[in-house]
C-alpha cells in the first residue's frame, strides 16, 4: 500500500491573530506561512510524490503552490474530507474567548464526545478524513502500484487524528500529538498495520528554544502557530 506524506498548510493569518478559522473563507498564509510554503519543493526535493491531494480552504491551496509549480506534470486534487473541521458557532472566534466555554475542557480531554454547536463532533471529522486516506490509498495503489507515494496537505486536527488512526490510538489521546505549520508527517500503509515514519517534521528546532511566555497547557484547538 502506499506512503501517505501529510502537510499541514503553512502558518495563517489565523494563526498568529489567534482565531480558530475553522472553514472560514479568506484566510490566506502569512508572510512566514509563504516562506515555510516556498521552502517545501526544496524540503521533498528527490520525493517520487505522484499524485497531490489537498484541502479545498485557501491557506492549503497556496502551501501546495509552490510544488506544483516546481513539478507542473503533477496531478492535483482538491477533497473536502480533508478540509478543516466544521467548528460551526466557534468558527472566527478567537481562541482567547473559547478558553472558559465548558465544552473547550470536553475537547482538551475527552474530545471523542465533542461536538461544536452548529458544526460537526470529533468523531465525524475523524472518520470523514480517515476514510478519505482509505479511499486514495486504494485509487493510488491501483494507478501507481503498491509503492507509490502521494502527498494530502490538510490542517492540524485533521493530521492528528490521522496519525491516532495510524497508531490505532482512542481520538481522546488525539491532543498529544503536535503538527506545525508546514510541518511534515508521513505515514506508510501496509497490508497488516500503517508505521509513523515521520511526524511534525519541519526541519528545524526553533520551536524548542526558550520562549517569553512558556507554552501552552492545553493543546491548540486547529493546530498552534508554531515557532515565532
Known amino acids: 500500500m502506499p506512503t501517505l506524506i501529510l502537510v499541514r498548510h503553512g502558518r495563517s493569518t489565523a494563526n498568529t491573530s489567534g482565531v480558530l478559522a475553522g472553514w472560514t473563507p479568506g484566510v490566506a498564509l502569512d508572510e512566514r506561512g509563504a516562506a515555510q510554503a516556498a521552502a517545501l519543493p526544496a524540503r521533498l526535493e528527490g520525493v517520487p510524490i505522484t499524485e497531490v491531494v489537498a484541502s479545498p480552504l485557501q491557506r492549503c491551496q497556496e502551501t501546495v503552490r509552490p510544488l506544483l509549480a516546481a513539478r507542473p506534470d503533477l496531478p492535483v486534487h482538491s477533497d473536502e474530507r480533508i478540509g478543516e473541521a466544521h467548528y460551526g458557532d466557534w468558527s472566527g472566534r478567537k481562541l482567547a474567548e473559547l478558553t472558559d466555554d465548558p465544552l473547550m475542557e470536553v475537547v482538551q480531554s475527552h474530545p471523542s464526545a ?97 520562549r517569553e511566555a512558556p507554552p501552552e497547557r492545553d493543546a491548540t484547538v486547529g493546530g498552534d502557530a508554531g515557532a515565532p
Open 114 to 210: 465533542a461536538a461544536f454547536p452548529g458544526g460537526e463532533s470529533m468523531r465525524a471529522m475523524q472518520t470523514r478524513a480517515a476514510e478519505a486516506v482509505r479511499e486514495w490509498n486504494a485509487r493510488v495503489e491501483r494507478d501507481h502500484g503498491p509503492d507509490a507515494t502521494y502527498l494530502m496537505c490538510s490542517h492540524g486536527d485533521i493530521i492528528k487524528s490521522l496519525v491516532a488512526d495510524a497508531l490505532g490510538l482512542h481520538l481522546d489521546l488525539f491532543q498529544r500529538i503536535s503538527v506545525e505549520p508546514c510541518s511534515v508527517t508521513v505515514i506508510r500503509y501496509t497490508r497488516l498495520r500503517p508505521f509513523l515514519v515521520r511526524l511534525g517534521d519541519t526541519g528545524d528546532f526553533a520551536s524548542l528554544m526558550p
